[in-house]
């Protein structure tokens, strides 16, 4: 059987596109048969006017969505009791400041191009551990390049690619086709490019979606 191809159209500093990811995680190991799965990343900043500096990610929450301290802290603690939930760990210093991420979608676009999905998986989720877990600006370049070394790229290539003004506009140019395909929030998961599912849902659902999908493969 052709593998089933999921592509998530998502940020790295979104926490419910780890959450996502991990969802669909479980959602394979609950089908009938086992499934071959490929995954593809496509870019998506939540906030692509960032400054270079970042902003206090609780303050920012609260400005962008008019949340009180306490009411951001509750929405927080079920974003990570979710995440726990499902293997995935926030660490104590994670996410702490909302950070500019198109570099990082630079660096994640062209490694799918050149070094394909399981290479390009890798990137995606160091960066996402980066962030989430250990509390790292993934707007800086020499974080960038030091998980990208850790993730088996070569150093100076991925500098190339940071400097790269042609892989930027490829990469705006992919953030405005997915927003011309509706897409206003992250993440959106897409299966065997046909079937799209909004947000984090549970791996049942996307256990169910996946099931019809393959169904139609007929």
Known sequence: MQPLRIDIVSDVVCPWCIIGYKQVERALTLLDQPVEA???????????????EGEDAAEHIQRKYGRSAEQGK????????TAASLGFEFGERGAQRVVNTFAAHKLLTKTGEVYGWQKQTALKLALFAAYFQSGLDISDEAVLLDIASDTGLDRNEAQVWLADET????????QAYWRDE?????????????????????????????????????
């Open 38 to 52: 490929e995954f593809h990343w496509h870019p998506f900043e939540l906030n692509p006017d960032m400054a270079a």
């Open 74 to 81: 509750a929405v927080r603690d079920h974003i990570r009791n």
């Open 182 to 218: 509706n897409i206003s929030g992250v993440p959106a998961i897409i299966f065997d490019g046909k079937f799209m599912v909004p947000g984090a849902q549970s791996a049942e659902t996307c256990a169910g979606v996946i099931g019809k999908v393959l169904a139609k493969r007929g």
């Open 167 to 174: 892989l930027a506009g490829a990469v705006r140019g992919e």
